[in-house]
């Protein structure tokens, strides 16, 4: 058998790859977050499956559950939320499963951040403005950031920035961030993206807060920061230009 970490995307159901409907559709087993996974995906699981919902479960009663799947031979769609690489926990159900010597694989999915981006109909990378983006979050109550890996840090190099699990402190975030790229900086909050409940949330860094405490969002929501989100006027990619040899 094996436990396969499946990317379930976004929101959409239809959302996933090709290769990750397939799987849901044929392991026996499938451990989800209820929270976060749409009830679609769910529904195209085998007849007579075993669902587990891990929103209340801890990572020993998780880990006990892949444990169970792989004694009884049964393959397993763990479902991520979003894409499996980025805040999903998989490292650590990794280290269980490498230590009890279950077998796994990775199917990645579509980014929540990526979704964003596909709401906003923006590109993050506009040349001559911003070729960069940072993938990161804040700590409050979750694990905390790396020394090194502060906003300021971030901030400062004027990169389209990308805040997960960030959203509930905007207004404490917003003038740290402001202070870097200004005030007037665009910022976007995309909460639910692709979902059919997605809120769109478009301003500044001085007034963002202010949006975000009257529209309620609290979670599930990314926060993008750059002067990528309004560019128009750049210079043309080198990809196509006339210049370019080929």
Do not use: N, W
């Not at 975030?173 to 900086?185: E, I, K, N, R, V």
């Not at 809120?199 to 001085?206: D, H, N, Q, S, V």
């Not at 007034?207 to 990528?228: F, H, L, P, S």
Request: net charge negative; charged share 20%; aromatic share 4%.
């Amino acid at each position: 058998m094996t436990v396969y970490f499946v990317g379930a995307g976004p929101g959409a159901a239809d959302l996933v790859t090709v290769r990750a409907a397939r799987l849901i559709a044929s392991c026996p087993v499938c451990l989800y977050a209820g929270a976060l996974v749409p009830r679609e995906l769910l529904d195209t699981a085998p007849a007579g499956a075993r669902l587990v919902d891990t929103a209340d479960l801890d990572l020993d009663r998780i880990t006990a559950e892949l444990v169970e799947a792989h004694q009884a031979g049964l393959d397993v769609a763990r479902l991520h939320s979003g894409d499996p690489s980025v805040y999903s926990a998989m490292a650590e159900q990794m280290r269980r499963l490498d230590a009890a010597g279950v077998p796994y694989d990775v199917v990645p999915g579509v980014p929540a951040f990526a979704a964003a981006a596909a709401s906003l109909k923006r590109e993050l990378t506009v040349p001559g403005v911003a070729q960069t983006v940072v993938l990161t979050r804040t700590s409050a109550r979750s694990t905390p950031m790396p020394p090194a890996e502060s906003l300021g840090t971030y901030a400062a190099t004027g990169a389209t920035l990308v805040l997960h699990l960030a959203v509930q402190r905007i207004d404490e975030l917003a003038p740290q961030l402001a202070a870097h790229y200004g005030a007037d900086c665009p910022v976007a909050v995309v909460a639910r993206a692709s979902r059919d409940d997605e809120l769109i949330l478009r301003g500044t860094l001085a007034g963002i807060a202010g949006q975000v405490a009257a529209a309620g969002v609290r979670r599930t929501a990314v926060v993008v920061v750059g002067r990528a989100l309004t560019a128009g006027q750049f210079p043309d990619s080198h990809l196509y230009s006339t210049d370019r040899s080929r």
